[in-house]
């Protein structure tokens, strides 16, 4: 089986090969095809037609993009071969799935950040959509990172007046007075993911500005107690490690003109019973039948991490289905 395709005269062949041909050598090694290159034409072989077929798609999905300017990255280009080589035709049972074309011109415009997944593009939409976005999902799939990044477009544009992000501290048990230090020593440790993730997003000396001001505010799930948060963009991070009253307590807290975004990976649950988890209870107890409420699953094929992370992921899922 044989099938052909033409580069437009706008995109670079290294463009769609990659350096060293990275991006031909993946292809000819997950689909067991050979691939081509003369006269500006790509030449696909291969002794299954229906890995000739999706390689096809895929150079014709590849080009497409570049042809209208955009630049795609490793992972991004990994996430179309995988869609392609586990889905066939690139739909599944239920729906037709975003083209990667609409993955990356979805985002949130502000910060400049793309998705890079048709997960996060989806999580990007209902994010824009939602007051309040549930996010679940292993490590490594933007669940925070783009929520952190949506949070400060709305600040940025006057949308909210601060931003206020927030996780239990489990590990000190949420009982903070015996640790020495002011508040932000005490609870520094186990923010500073979050810290982390807004210094992407500005410079350090207006981030500490911000705190000083209360225009963000991060801190302990237990500080949230007896508060009424009106006009914020409010994030509750690792939220698998809330229990059952945490979760309702958080949840009452929201005031007028706020959004929400409440991430966490079931998967990693360090309560000491695990079923205790407010994250666990919280989509039986909300349904998704009220308006401006919503849950997402981000997968494994939405992790944008070393593709080692992906690997590590299967395997604990597999070892744990085995021990159950």
Known sequence: MRNTISIPNNVEPIEIFGAYDSRTKYLKKELNVDIHYKDRKIYIEGKDVDSVDKTYKIFS???EILDEGQLLDWDQFQYI???YKNNGNGENSEKKQKSMKEVVNT????TKIFAKTEGQANY????KNNDIVFSIGPAGTGKTYLAVA????????????????????VEAGEKLGFLPGTLYEKVDPYLKPLFDALLDFMDSDRLISYRER??????PLAYMRGRTLNNSFIILDEAQNTTYQQMKMFLTRIGFNSRVVITGDITQIDLEKKKDSGLLSVKEILGENIKGITFIELKEDDVVRNPLVKNIIKAYEKYEKNEK
Not at 107 to 110: D, F, M, P, R, T
Not at 214 to 219: F, K, R, S
């Open 214 to 219: 209360g225009i963000i505010e991060i801190l």
């Open 124 to 127: 990007i939409e209902l994010l």
């Open 107 to 110: 985002q949130i415009v502000g």
């Open 150 to 169: 949506m949070a400060v477009d709305y600040l940025r544009a006057g949308k909210v007046q601060r931003l206020i992000l927030t996780r239990p501290a």
């Open 61 to 63: 999905e590849l080009l």
């Open 81 to 83: 071969v995988s869609r």
